[in-house]
Nanobody
Framework: QVHLVESGGGLVQPGGSLRLSCAAS????????MGWYRQAPGKRRELVAA???????LYGDSAKGRFTVSREDAKDTVYLQMNSLQPEDTAVYSC???????????WGQGTQVTVSS
């Protein structure tokens, strides 16, 4: 059992920044990959960014150049720094945890990010 707690979402103006955090607790076993996905109404869920145990990161096309994913293993926490936010970034952002040697995904409850003037 893995519990994910997300924070940092909210309302921001276009061009602004937000930093999302996701802390994992419970049966945490390394190595693991953590990342962020997002889904807007009427849209498919898409990868925003993910980071593996060795620190290698993967970004979705919409995030490349604007967002940065990082992890702090001492806290079992992943971060998503989002800069130059646009209205198109408005979505529910969900944290994902996956043990590298396992097959089960765990998800946070999701946090709403709204970019609007």
């Amino acid at each position: 059992q893995v519990h994910l707690v997300e924070s940092g979402g909210g309302l921001v103006q276009p061009g602004g920044s937000l930093r999302l955090s996701c802390a994992a607790s419970g049966n945490i076993f390394r190595p693991y990959t953590m990342g962020w996905y997002r889904q807007a109404p009427g849209k498919r869920r898409e990868l925003v960014a993910a980071i593996s145990s060795d620190g290698s990161a993967l970004y979705g096309d919409s995030a490349k150049g604007r967002f940065t994913v990082s992890r702090e293993d001492a806290k079992d926490t992943v971060y998503l720094q989002m800069n130059s936010l646009q209205p198109e970034d408005t979505a529910v952002y969900s944290c994902n945890y996956r043990q590298t040697l396992g097959s089960q995904d765990y998800w946070g409850q999701g946090t709403q990010v709204t970019v609007s003037s």
